[in-house]
């Protein structure tokens, strides 16, 4: 189910999320390429310029290197910066998905811009942590061969060296990348620090590692299919036209725009193939999110009571935000009991264990008719709050009951039998929050 949803999202809000993606993709790319053009020229007329023996070579050479390197790390920081962004916009536009509401690009961006730095700083730790990888494995090359004085034995025992650090290294990357899988998304809704987002990233994903790990590993599975299907034959077409242009260098122009045509369109495919897969990978982060907070923490009931009392007239001051963490059923650092196969704290759908509308989010409510008609709707497991304001009753996890019903394997108390049937009996008056967590713990 998460891993259909997380495709539909295109179908969802695309100007909002393929075409902004699409468009920011596409202009830091040609804004990539102009700059490299350009300081590529600038430094190969500068050292050109240059008599060889002079003694301004040198500075001249080490100067350009600079240069490069620095508007290397600039357009860098610019990728991390757009892919920041769409993640955020992401898990934006499936917050409000979740509640049936389909928001403008103002409205996701007004959520994402006070996360903005945070979320640029966890992809730098990324790079960071990566580019540290490097060199580490780099280095510990490097000194095997120098201590054996680049003799060709060691050169043979380096190479050795660095496949197998960078074949054990891969579950690690696995296991790190699946564990800090939905920091984003935490990042976003809950407004979290970098340090809180990674904890709450690591005890989320706690028990869902395995459909986590699936689930992305099967949309990056999907999608470099795609990227290949659409480069491998531009590549071949590529080639195959440029030498049926321009056999021989022929610099007639017509050819040279036609050769540069057949070279660029494909890559143009490609990078919208990648704008999707950044934008379907965020989505299923999100979803994740979304899925264990439903579990562990009742976030479907808080969704439930938000859209009941938006369809009363609540303001959004009233309603405040409902993704929100509320400390009293936050998962902590012991770990959530173990589900039972097939479990489904929300309500449940015909098929997918969550409401499908046709937005293809799971929602945590059914959406209502959008006519004057009637449309039958899908039975709520939960009672309804006797008012608008009162929030239901806190949702057990396995193995604990509701408030006021017997724990599984005890007897309820069956009252005497008068002939007539009672009323159902009410939850007895909590003294604590109704929000508490399960099981009484306060």
Do not use: C
């Not at 979320?119 to 990324?126: V, Y």
């Not at 706690?206 to 099967?218: D, E, I, N, Q, S």
Request: net charge neutral; proline share 11%.
């Amino acid at each position: 189910m998460i891993l259909g949803r997380s495709f539909s999202a295109l179908r969802h809000n695309p100007k909002v999320l393929f075409g902004f993606a699409v468009a920011v993709q596409f202009a830091i790319t040609a804004i990539a390429v102009v700059v490299i053009v350009l300081v590529a020229g600038f430094a190969a007329a500068r050292i050109a310029s240059v008599p060889p023996g002079s003694p301004d070579q040198g500075p001249i050479l080490a100067g350009t290197i600079a240069v490069s390197i620095l508007v290397g790390v600039v357009l860098t920081l610019a990728s991390v910066a757009f892919t920041s962004i769409v993640q955020g916009l992401v898990a934006a536009d499936v917050s409000f998905a979740a509640l049936g509401r389909k928001a403008p690009l103002r409205a996701l961006w007004s959520r994402v811009r006070p996360a903005f730095w945070r979320l640029f700083g966890f992809a730098l730790l990324q790079g960071l942590a990566a580019l540290l990888w490097i060199l580490a494995v780099g280095g510990a090359a490097i000194a095997i061969m120098a201590g054996s004085g680049f003799a060709d034995g060691s050169i043979g025992i380096a190479v050795g060296l660095i496949v197998l650090l960078v074949l054990a290294s891969i579950p690690l990357a696995v296991w790190l990348t699946t564990k800090l899988l939905v920091v984003p998304a935490a990042l976003v809704l809950e407004h979290a620090t970098l340090g809180s987002a990674l904890v709450r990233s690591w005890r989320l994903i706690r028990g869902r590692f395995w459909p986590a790990l699936g689930v992305m590993f099967l949309i990056g599975a999907i999608m470099g299919l795609a990227a290949q299907v659409v480069s491998v034959p531009g590549s071949i077409i590529s080639g195959v036209v440029g030498g049926v242009l321009a056999p021989t260098g022929s610099p007639d122009e017509s050819e040279i725009v036609a050769l540069i045509a057949a070279t660029v369109l494909p890559q143009i495919l490609v990078l919208a193939v990648q704008a999707i897969t950044l934008v379907v990978q965020g989505t299923g982060a999100t979803l994740i999110y979304l899925d264990s907070r439903m579990r562990y923490e009742g976030l479907d009931q808080t969704l439930i009571r938000h859209v009941e009392r938006s369809s009363l007239g609540a303001t959004d001051d009233e309603l405040g935000d409902p993704y929100a963490v509320d400390p009293a059923r936050a998962v902590s650092k012991t770990p959530p009991p173990k589900q039972p196969a097939g479990y489904a704290p929300y309500p449940a759908g015909p098929s997918t264990g969550y409401y499908a509308p046709s937005n293809g989010y799971p929602q945590a409510y059914p959406q209502q008719p959008q006519t004057g008609g009637t449309q039958p709707q899908a039975p709520s497991p939960y009672p309804a709050p006797p008012y608008p304001g009162q929030a239901y009753p806190a949702q057990p996890y396995p193995g604990q009951a509701y408030p006021g019903q017997p724990h599984p394997g005890q007897a309820a108390a069956q009252p005497p039998s008068t002939g007539e049937s009672a009323p159902p009996a009410a939850p007895p008056p909590s003294s604590h929050d109704s929000w508490a967590a399960p099981g009484g713990a306060e």
